[in-house]
């Protein structure tokens, strides 16, 4: 039995404020690359492990009585990724996190067995548990009920297993992770209290809404009004901007202290033990969050499913629009949280490389690994406000700092220019961008300042073309805003301290031409 392998995303791409998006990516700024096409994988449960072996020795009984000169092509093994997550532009509250999904398979070669006794079936401890999917179909033996109210009941059934099996989830992890490293002296308390941040304090807020769509629940099973339940209990989730806030930092500790001996072989413990699901602990600290953003979609399915005349029609629209309002208010905050922490993590090697800009930046377009034309990597951010070239490194206690790498570049500043596909940037050559003599140098990109003589044109590749295109549109979209930013700011200035020369003209009564007249002839 393996487990299969996940792979992090290269590249994170951020919001601005007011627009939605809807896929993840991790805080680190990665992007996930593309796995090609995975090999056949047989993959058997836990139920049908004995009918299998009987089939593959039946199987092999009959190539033994009749040889075959057919050649068997062995198949090869490879890793499948069930959740590949497409690197586009995401808010940062969904881009903090990273959403995993595993599975087990059970790979054989399609060769002969060779003859042995029938395997005995394992423990069944040492499978994972596994979520019942059971549905609200499933828990009444009798409805009178139309196709669309089956599936509303479906939808409410729906959120109400998701607060029970997130409560267990969350309690899961302080009784099997916080308190055994607490007591086991793996961890310092402050060390913890960062990492796992107001994690507790979530618990009795979700078993209240649990509890409360349990109490909805009629004789039928069914539930009639849900609307004013949720607007009510809605803005309890203001709790999670302080969560979500502190999810940037609590990543960055957690994979610090992974290095250590101690630290990695705990986690690794809990990983193939049973209970996780083979989960590691970031992703049950990430379902908070995964969880927020998932009340937007709940509701909108619950008011498709509600007709006309029902009571919820009127109170669902208003639920909607709370909860929407809270997860931009979240996300925003997030935004605002991650940007703050990777400002602490640059380390300016001169003074000259502070630009204003930067400080005064509220959020991240986007962040993640670019090459220049020297194939060196790179950690570039887009901030708000400036265009920022790093290289990662360490600091003295470990942790990740970014040394930043020549002189970063305002956004307003900026000129973008598309390099096409075989052309060098920068007057050289990408040095590890070849993998051949006749290979062409692909997804790459040219930034420079109009204004600044320190600032250097930057040739920079990205490690696919949909990333170069994302790189592209944000910095776009970066260069307008950034703009249009100084425009307003120039006007506003102006306003204020308009030209003495002018004075005159707010003098000028308009009421009639007779009255200009005579003003002007004075």
């Known amino acids: 039995m393996e487990v299969e392998e996940t792979v992090e995303t290269r590249t994170s791409w951020s919001a601005v404020p007011g627009e939605t998006y809807s896929i993840l990516c991790d805080h680190a700024g990665k992007k996930r690359k593309q796995d090609p096409a995975p090999e056949p994988v047989i993959r058997i449960t836990e139920d049908e492990e004995e009918d299998e072996e009987g089939e593959m020795m039946s199987d092999h009984m009959k190539e033994s009585e009749e040889p075959s000169n057919k050649r068997v092509k062995p198949v090869a093994k490879s890793n ?42 394992p423990k069944a401890s040492s499978f994972p548990r596994r979520r019942n999917s059971q549905c609200w179909s499933d828990t009444v033996e009798s409805h009178d009920l139309t196709a669309k109210e089956i ?4 939808v409410i059934y ?12 969350l309690s899961l992890v302080k009784k099997v992770y916080y308190e055994p490293m607490l007591k086991l002296d793996i961890m310092t308390e402050s060390e913890l209290g960062q990492i796992f941040g107001t994690l507790d304090s979530l618990i009795p807020l979700h078993e209240d809404l649990l509890s409360r769509l349990e109490r909805l629940r009629g004789s039928e099973k069914t539930v009639g009004e849900v609307g004013p339940t ?3 209990w809605f803005p309890c989730l203001e709790a999670y901007v302080t969560y979500c806030c502190n999810q940037v930092g609590a990543k960055a500790l957690l994979d610090q202290k992974k290095h250590e001996k101690r630290v990695e072989h705990f986690l690794r413990l809990c990983q193939e033990s049973s209970f996780s699901r083979k989960l590691d602990l970031w ?3 990430d379902l908070p969050r995964s969880r927020l953003v998932k009340y937007p979609l709940l509701l909108k399915e619950i008011q498709k499913c509600t007709p006309p005349e029902h009571p919820d029609e009127d109170t669902l629209p208003d639920a909607l629009e709370l909860i929407q309002s809270i997860v931009a208010e979240v996300n925003k905050k997030t935004g605002e949280a991650e940007c703050q ?18 400080q005064q930046s509220r959020f991240l377009y986007c962040h993640g690994e670019l090459k220049n034309n020297k194939g060196q990597r790179l950690h570039v951010f887009l901030f708000e406000l400036a265009l920022v070239l790093t290289r990662p490194g360490e600091d003295r206690e470990g942790g990740q700092v970014f040394n930043v790498y020549r ?9 973008l220019e598309e390099i096409p596909d075989g052309e060098a940037g920068g007057g050289g050559t990408f040095r590890g961008a070849f993998t051949g003599g006749n290979d062409k140098v692909k997804n790459c990109f040219r930034v420079s300042s109009r204004g600044r003589s320190k600032a250097h044109p930057y040739s920079l590749q990205a490690n696919d073309s949909f990333s170069k295109q994302q790189w592209i549109t944000c910095l776009r979209q970066a260069i307008v805003q950034s703009r249009d930013r100084t425009s307003q700011t120039r006007q506003s200035q102006f306003s204020l301290h308009p030209d003495p020369a002018l004075y005159h003209i707010a ?7 007779t009255d200009m007249a005579d003003h002007t002839s004075r």
């Open 80 to 121: 499948s990724l069930t959740g590949v997550i497409t690197p586009v532009k995401t808010p940062a509250l969904k881009r903090i996190g990273q959403s995993i999904s595993r599975s087990i398979s059970f790979r054989t070669e399609a060769r002969p067995l060779p003859p042995a006794p029938l395997r005995s079936r």
């Open 151 to 154: 599936k509303r009941q479906e």
């Open 158 to 169: 729906e959120l109400t297993q998701g607060e029970r099996q997130l409560i267990e989830d």
């Open 230 to 232: 949720l607007m009510n």
């Open 283 to 285: 992703n049950f600290l």
């Open 341 to 358: 922490f990777y400002r602490r993590g640059l380390g300016y090697l001169e003074e000259s490389q502070r630009l204003p800009e930067i």
């Open 407 to 415: 002189q970063p570049l305002p956004n307003a500043l900026i000129n």
């Open 507 to 513: 003098e000028l009564s308009l009421s009639s031409d």
